[in-house]
């Protein structure tokens, strides 16, 4: 459908311009903005109305997410690749990607005075793929969040969509795409209230070219960089995807949380380098951390704590790596167990074959999304309890229930971060952070009670019992939503069989009879598949991992470089044999 010929009905435009003439001077009124500020608000009041336009005025018979395509067709983005694309081209974007990443992670934002960040999402480092206070800050957390909503709203038939359909697909790739840039300047802009705070040097020379504009000018640029290092992010997923091997976010975790365990294990630097090594200030790595306490300590003082010192405590306990080593196998079992299913070629009577229904169906994409979800709940109770702004929202703002945060002698006395939560829901939906956190004050509250400061047992135990279902429940839920929008369901499913000419032996070639069989199967290993990835993350959180990776940084490594194998294994096979390119969905 070309843009000419998209049906409209103008009569939209008056009553949106209206609505953004009445909040633009209410705006002005309530809280009297410089010109300035006043009109970067107009341009972000004008973006979005115009979206708004585009969509609500689409008058055709499809969906109202058609009438978004002048834009998502002029979006930025990678070109696909016209062919085939060879092994070793493929292998050099993805090697070249993987390194701007890595570079990316240690360019620190121009114009922030590091040492104030604060990290909203400190406990989901390993599965946002970024690094504080760098222009990886938001990580793929836009990205997934893009992909969150356009799930629920597909899965919940709000948005009507048919996914088998080529024109439908890419309008619903095209909406997320604009879902991104959205989550993105949604995610950016609260960080400069108070999260990542400008520079005073820059702040007093903007402020001297601008007639008082210097804080203001000093916020935008560190947004402008946070949008520019989040887009590129999604662009450099996109060359994965189509010139590379794997998919570019799946990528940047694996990286992430490799980096995150070998730090965990061998890192000889204390948590608290400007102290030195001592013996409340051990190594910070496993292996140098065990043989530190065990050539400077006594039999008798190792029986006296030093053993638990070694195996209980953070950092990285002996029993981080056993949890670790544990997942890497359970994952590896986990992804080798499937159910097959018997095919035969209708018109070749020799000709037969499997298809594969893995355990892991779903892959680990819902516990991807669940994580992600928990992860900007945690931004948003945070926003609301300590932004200026936010705190005197209605009803939410600042409410202990939402989430409550330590405050500033908390802090001190017991050693909190700014970004744990100790109340609220806030507080249960929050990571799990190994059998310290949990497991040592049943046994002896009395010393290691501060770690659960301030709840008492039957308080942690409802944490670990409301996060573990949560990551179990919502993994489930995930994992429908996502074989819907994947095209992996029953009936999309036995479509793919009969096109290949295959059918279950011992029943008619016919879709609804193949539907039926597989209605049997893939229900329930979706429930099965989403349960079990959210058990093992949520599980490997509660036993603790290397480097703070957390169980579901972990179970997303192995289960990537697993698929990561799998499919360079797949391009060398269609390298040395052309003709297997179109089965295994390659190009001719």
Not at 4 to 12: N, V
């Amino acid at each position: 459908m070309a843009d000419e010929e998209i049906p409209r009905d103008g009569r939209w435009a008056l009553p949106l311009l209206v609505l953004g003439v009445i909040v633009l001077v209410l705006l002005w009124f309530w809280e009297q903005p410089t010109p300035l500020a006043f009109g970067l608000i107009a341009a972000a009041t004008a973006a979005v109305l115009a979206l708004l336009y585009l969509g609500l005025s689409y008058n055709g018979p499809r969906s109202k997410l058609y009438g978004l395509k002048p834009l998502t067709t002029r979006l930025p983005a990678v070109t696909q690749p016209k062919g085939h694309v060879h092994f070793r081209t493929k292998m050099f974007w993805t090697i070249g990607v993987l390194l701007l990443y890595f570079l990316l992670t240690n360019i620190y934002l121009f114009g922030v005075d590091q040492a104030t960040v604060i990290d909203l999402f400190a406990s989901y480092r390993a599965i946002l793929a970024g690094a504080q206070g760098t222009l990886m800050h938001l990580g793929i957390g836009p990205i997934v969040t893009g992909s969150i909503i356009m799930q629920l709203f597909t899965g919940a038939k709000i948005i009507n969509l048919d996914l088998t359909d080529d024109e439908d697909k890419g309008v619903y790739q095209g909406t997320q795409k604009v879902i991104v840039i959205a989550m993105i300047f949604i995610e950016a802009v609260p960080q400069v209230f108070g999260y990542l705070t400008p520079s005073a040097s820059l702040v007093t020379s903007l402020g001297q070219a601008s007639a008082g504009n210097g804080l203001l000018l000093a916020n935008s640029i560190i947004v402008a960089q946070l949008v520019f290092g989040s887009y590129l992010v999604f662009l450099m997923d996109e060359v994965v995807s189509k010139w590379g091997i794997g998919s570019g976010i799946s990528l940047f975790i694996a990286a992430g949380v490799s980096q995150q365990i070998i730090q965990g294990t061998i890192n000889w630097v204390p948590q608290n380098p400007a102290l030195g090594v001592t013996l409340t200030n051990p190594p910070s790595g496993t292996i140098p951390k065990t043989i530190y306490f065990l050539t400077h300590l006594s039999a008798s003082q190792m029986a006296g704590g030093g053993w638990e010192q070694i195996l209980l405590r953070q950092p990285n306990p002996i029993v981080a790596l056993v949890g670790t080593a544990a997942i890497f196998f359970l994952v590896a079992w986990t992804e080798s167990t499937r159910i097959e299913l018997p095919l035969s070629h209708a018109e070749s009577r020799g000709a037969r074959g499997r298809y594969p229904l893995r355990l892991i169906y779903a892959s680990n994409i819902p516990v991807i999304l669940m994580s992600a979800l928990l992860a900007n709940v945690s931004m948003i109770s945070i926003l609301l309890w300590t932004n200026p702004a936010l705190v005197h929202f209605p009803l939410l703002g600042h409410q202990w229930w939402i989430g409550g945060y330590p405050t500033a002698a908390q802090i001190s006395q017991h050693g909190l971060s700014q970004t744990t939560p100790i109340s609220g829901g806030a507080y249960y939906l929050s990571t799990v952070n190994g059998l310290e956190s949990w497991l040592l004050p049943i046994f002896n509250y009395q010393t290691y009670g501060q770690f659960i400061y301030p709840h008492n047992v039957w308080q942690g135990l409802l944490h670990v019992a409301i996060y573990f279902g949560a990551m179990v429940g919502g993994s489930i839920l995930f994992a429908k939503f996502w074989i819907q929008t994947t095209n992996m369901g029953p009936e999309a499913v036995a479509r793919q069989i009969e096109a290949s000419g295959m059918q279950i032996p011992g029943f008619r070639r016919e879709p609804r009879v193949l539907r039926r069989v597989l209605e049997r199967y893939i229900p329930v290993i979706t429930v099965i598949s989403g349960a079990a990835v959210g058990a093992l993350a949520a599980g490997a959180d509660l036993i603790g991992t290397l480097g703070n990776a957390s169980g579901t940084g972990v179970l997303l490594m192995v289960g990537i470089i697993i698929n990561l194998y799998e499919a360079m294994g797949r391009e060398q096979l269609m390298e040395m044999n052309p003709l297997l390119r179109r089965f295994l969905g390659g190009e001719s």
